[in-house]
């Protein structure tokens, strides 16, 4: 495994990072198009090429820290592109989301003696 795999797979299990992959994706314009009202391209069309060639590079460069099956049987890297899309759809839930109950609503505030 090369350290652009590890680096990759290290990446992929932060769920930081597969928020700004999919935030990544949809800038790039992989999951939708941009058009105007009027059904015309907003931008130049080599403009919008050029962002979702960018946007599948950094997909493929994410996809190298799956392990090798995965790899070898999802070239296109729609593993990756549905993990990003997931975490972002349907975070995880870490202590400081939850909701606080009635008796520790004030956990967060100073004490008032020191």
Same mark, same amino acid.
């Given at each position: 495994m090369t350290q652009e795999q590890r680096d990759a797979e &290290?990446?992929?299990?932060?769920?930081? &990072?597969?928020r700004f992959l999919s935030a990544a994706?949809?800038?790039?314009? #992989?999951?939708g198009q941009q058009v105007g009202a009027d059904g015309? $391209?907003?931008?130049? $069309?080599?403009f919008l090429e050029g962002r979702r060639s960018l946007g599948?590079? $950094?997909?493929?460069?994410a996809h190298a820290?799956?392990?090798?099956? #995965?790899?070898?049987?999802?070239?296109?890297a729609l593993t990756t592109l549905t993990a990003?899309?997931?975490q972002t759809l349907n975070p995880q839930d870490t202590?400081?989301?939850?909701?606080?109950?009635?008796?520790?609503?004030?956990a967060d505030l100073p004490d008032a003696d020191a």
């Open positions: &290290f990446l992929l299990s932060r769920p930081e &990072f597969m994706i949809h800038a790039a314009g #992989i999951v015309h $391209l907003t931008r130049d $069309l080599s599948f590079d $950094l997909l493929q460069m820290g799956q392990p090798e099956p #995965i790899r070898a049987s999802d070239t296109q990003a899309l997931r202590a400081n989301d939850r909701r606080r109950t009635r008796t520790d609503r004030y």
